[in-house]
């Protein structure tokens, strides 16, 4: 109801509420990764996954944010080499299309804890969505290494691998 009508005037048709308005929009911008991204999409680019550990409680943050979220200190420049191997902690599949994600429906969304790391990463996993789990082992398809640019699309998705389901708590947190 708009102002007009609420006033006890009659509604005229432009008193309609706008629905939708589509707008085409551009936006061309330069990026700074700064240090701490920086040595991360160097690291992939080289097929390594590089977190930093926090030096108050020990935490691995993957990918760093160059400064612990918790204790706010910075890391310094000490990486830890982390496994492309993980276990998936939560899931979603997606089976309804988004114009700017060019996956074939449905597609399983997974939240991966890597192996050595403390927080999780956001990909998609190769799979019959009757298979996937919490628990679930997986690891990283990469693309081919002449392919390989500093970029995360570098991993083209996970699949599951022949090793028992990780114990729930070793991935409790992260739920």
Known sequence: MSDRQMDGDKPSEHDEDVTLLRVPV???YDY??????SRFLRGIEQGKLLGQRCPVDGRVYFPSRGSCPQHAV???DETV???DK???VTF???RVPSANIPLELPYIAVNVVLDGADTILMHVLDANPEDVH???RVQ???KPREEWTTSTANILYFRAIDEPDADYDQYKEHI
Not at 32 to 37: F, H, L, M, Q, R
Request: without cysteine.
């Open 32 to 37: 700074s990764a700064g240090v701490s991204a």
């Open 26 to 28: 551009s936006l061309d």
């Open 81 to 83: 080499d982390l496994s």
């Open 86 to 88: 993980g276990t998936i």
């Open 140 to 142: 990283a398809v990469w």
């Open 134 to 136: 919490m628990g679930m």
């Open 92 to 94: 979603s599949i997606v």
């Open 74 to 76: 910075t890391f310094g």
